[in-house]
């Protein structure tokens, strides 16, 4: 008995020592079971491996998400995908996939505030991050605030190479961000810097041809939009309905005696929505 106690304790430093967690946790159990349900050496072996591979998975699935930032809530099981047109779902499910990650595709969402944009977006990268990939989501003026300290410190380079580490960089609203010539060189600076090597994901209320407001310069705006938009797939979001602007409604909608809800007969407010697969499709 205290031969087989001492195997037992060597045998799970040893797991341990080898980096094994799952294996030095359920061994002992699986072994038990495997002997009264008579199961082979490489029944169990099997077994271990398996739950081995199952907890690092899941081990760095968690890491992945605490990295990326993104909000835990918005899933594409928090999201209607019924609240969109058809070709819009369609695009969504193919972008699910991950696949535009392997040619540096860039992906742009745009619509009118309250449409579900960054929703979607957010539930895409829980989704990549599923499959394995480290995805950062973070807000535009975080990211240009981050960049611009990082250059007066002198280690621009640096902040570019861990940003580098990313499979795919999300900024949330872009369009909401007014920059001045030193933010708008920085933020330049990091979408030419991925520029047909790494994906980035950009959710903004503002169509291309307001840009300008974002980048001031003329021909930076250009070179901006030229490099977010060569290989890329734009999801036009601008003929959704606003579903929070649709909450509203249906909250002040009056009500009848019985306190049912009249029935109201409103126009349908969705557009056919576009979606521009440029150089590159999914």
């Known amino acids: 008995m205290s031969n087989r106690l001492n195997r037992h304790t060597e045998l799970h430093a ?22 009264k349900e008579g199961v082979t050496h490489e029944g169990y072996l099997h077994h271990l491996a398996t739950y081995e591979e199952e907890q690092r998975m899941h081990r760095r699935t968690e890491r992945l998400l605490r990295q990326s930032g993104l909000p835990r809530e918005k899933t594409f099981r928090t999201f209607d995908l019924g609240r969109l047109p058809a070709a819009l779902q369609l695009q969504v499910e193919r972008l699910k996939s991950g696949t535009f990650l392997e040619t540096a595709v860039n992906v742009i969402a745009v619509g009118k505030p309250g449409v579900g944009k960054s929703h979607v977006m957010a539930a895409l990268g829980h989704e990549l991050i ?3 990939h480290p995805v950062l989501w973070i807000s535009t003026a975080t990211l240009v605030q981050r960049l611009l300290a990082a250059k007066r410190d002198l280690r621009l380079p640096q902040e570019l190479a861990k940003l580098d580490k990313f499979s795919c960089v999300m900024l949330d609203d872009i369009g909401y961000v007014q920059h001045n010539r030193d933010e708008m060189e920085v933020l330049f600076t990091f979408l030419a810097e991925r520029y047909e090597r790494k994906s980035v994901v950009i959710t903004t209320n503002l169509v291309f041809s307001e840009w300008e407001r974002i980048f001031k310069d003329p021909m930076t705006t250009m070179a901006a939009i030229d490099r977010v938009v060569h290989h890329s797939v734009i999801l036009d979001m601008m003929g959704v309905e606003s579903y929070r602007a649709k909450e509203a409604n249906q909250q002040h909608l009056p ?9 109201k007969k409103t126009p349908s407010e969705f557009s056919s929505a576009t979606i521009i697969v440029a150089t590159s499709t999914i």
């Not at 699986?30 to 002997?35: D, E, I, R, T, V």
């Not at 009500?255 to 009249?262: M, P, R, T």
């Open 14 to 35: 040893l797991l341990a020592r080898l980096k094994l967690a799952g294996m030095a946790e359920i061994f002992a159990d699986l072994a038990l079971k495997a002997a």
């Open 130 to 132: 599923l499959q394995g």
């Open 255 to 263: 009500q009848q005696e019985d306190g049912q809800l009249l029935s």
